[in-house]
């Protein structure tokens, strides 16, 4: 058995798609409408078909879970940094903070409210 990629379930695909490759540089590769591929493996999935593959309502489709993220890595995170500060409409998680092993991280929400994590290259940490 081989993973092949993480699954967002999203409420606007344009708007996610422009998140997603305005902030982190990611280009959708393929688009199927309600479901994209973006460079890197994500995926992204609208609400109403997702709901609907696994026959759910409404009230069980929850944003904003602080129980995972999607964690990328960047070979030159102060670049980065300093661009998402420029980003208007970025909603913190927390700003840069070092953790003790020395990596240096920013946290964000996506427009869906799901945990983006950005961190230095651990081979330069």
């Known amino acids: 058995m081989k993973f092949q990629n993480p699954l967002l379930v999203i409420s606007d695909m344009e708007v996610s798609k422009k998140f997603y490759k305005e ?43 602080k129980n995972a993220e999607i964690y990328f890595e960047e070979d030159d995170f102060d670049a980065f940094a300093e661009r998402l500060k420029g980003l208007k409409n970025i909603d913190y998680v927390h700003p840069v903070i070092e953790h003790r092993w020395g990596q240096r991280v920013v946290r964000f929400y996506d427009p869906d409210r799901h945990i983006i994590e950005v961190g230095e290259n651990l081979k330069v940490v």
């Open 23 to 65: 902030v982190l540089g990611l280009e959708v590769i393929l688009d199927f409408g309600a479901n994209v591929t973006l460079t890197g493996g994500v995926c992204l999935q609208t609400k109403e078909t997702w709901m609907a593959f696994i026959d759910a309502k409404e009230n069980e489709i929850v944003f904003g879970g």
